[in-house]
T-cell receptor, first 114, second 113 residues
Framework: DADVTQTPRNRITKTGKRIMLECSQT?????MYWYRQDPGLGLRLIYY???????NKGEISDGYSVSRQAQAKFSLSLESAIPNQTALYFC?????????????FGSGTRLTVV | AQKVTQAQTEISVVEKEDVTLDCVYE???????LFWYKQPPSGELVFLIR??????QNEISGRYSWNFQKSTSSFNFTITASQVVDSAVYFC??????????FGAGTTVTVRA
C-alpha cells in the first residue's frame, strides 16, 4: 500500500456540488498538507495541519475547508464547487521538520468541475 | 517574502544531451532547505535531491548533479546524458523555517529520442 493514499483518483463534478477529497497516511507523520497544482503555477498550499487539533489556512484557502479526523486522515472539502477549482490536488505529509525528504506526496486527485 | 522562481517554462533536448534547470529563491530565513522534485507524465511527485542552507558543497548522484550558490540564491539542477525517461515536469521547492514547502512553477523537460 502507498504511504499516502488519496481518494478518489479522478472526479468530475458539477458546479455547486459539495465534494470531499480524502487522504490517509501510514507514515505516522503528525503534519499533513493539501496542495493544488495548476499549469504554470506550480503547487500552492491550501490548508495544513501540524497535529490533530491544529488546522491552518494556506495561501489559497478560500472556497475550501478541511477536517483532520485522526492523525492519519486529512480531508479536503469544496462546499460549493466552481469551475476554477478544476485542478490536480495533492495531499502530503511530513515529519516534525520536513527536512529529510521534504514531504511525502499522495498520487493526486484530478478534479474537474463542469 | 519566500519565493521560488523557475524562469524556464519548457526545455526540449535530444537524448544524451545535458539539461540544466535553473532555480532562484528568495528567503529571509538563515536556515532553510531546497529540494528538487520530478513529476513524470503519470502525475506523482518524486523526491530527487535536498540541500540545506549550511552546505554549499555541490554533488553528483548518478546522472544528477546540483549547483547550490548561496551568494546568488540559486539552486540549479543538471541531468547528464538525458534519456527519454527523464521527460517530466521538474519542481524546485524551498522549505521555510516554519516548515512549509513553497514550489516554483515548474519546468517541463522533453527528451526526444
Amino acid at each position: 500500500d502507498a504511504d499516502v493514499t488519496q481518494t478518489p483518483r479522478n472526479r468530475i463534478t458539477k458546479t455547486g456540488k459539495r465534494i470531499m477529497l480524502e487522504c490517509s497516511q501510514t507514515k505516522g507523520h503528525d503534519r499533513m498538507y493539501w496542495y493544488r497544482q495548476d499549469p504554470g503555477l506550480g503547487l500552492r498550499l491550501i490548508y495544513y495541519s501540524f497535529d490533530v487539533k491544529d488546522i491552518n489556512k494556506g495561501e489559497i484557502s478560500d472556497g475550501y475547508s478541511v477536517s483532520r479526523q485522526a492523525q492519519a486522515k486529512f480531508s479536503l472539502s469544496l462546499e460549493s464547487a466552481i469551475p476554477n477549482q478544476t485542478a490536480l490536488y495533492f495531499c502530503a505529509t511530513s515529519d516534525s521538520t520536513g527536512t529529510n525528504y521534504g514531504y511525502t506526496f499522495g498520487s493526486g486527485t484530478r478534479l474537474t468541475v463542469v | 517574502a519566500q519565493k521560488v522562481t523557475q524562469a524556464q517554462t519548457e526545455i526540449s533536448v535530444v537524448e544524451k544531451e545535458d539539461v540544466t534547470l535553473d532555480c532562484v529563491y528568495e528567503t529571509r530565513d538563515t536556515t532553510y532547505y531546497l529540494f528538487w522534485y520530478k513529476q513524470p507524465p503519470s502525475g506523482e511527485l518524486v523526491f530527487l535531491i535536498r540541500r540545506n542552507s549550511f552546505d554549499e558543497q555541490n554533488e553528483i548522484s548518478g546522472r544528477y548533479s546540483w549547483n547550490f550558490q548561496k551568494s546568488t540564491s540559486s539552486f540549479n539542477f543538471t541531468i547528464t546524458a538525458s534519456q527519454v525517461v527523464d521527460s517530466a515536469v521538474y519542481f524546485c521547492a524551498l522549505l521555510h523555517n516554519d516548515y512549509k514547502l513553497s514550489f516554483g512553477a515548474g519546468t517541463t523537460v522533453t527528451v526526444r529520442a
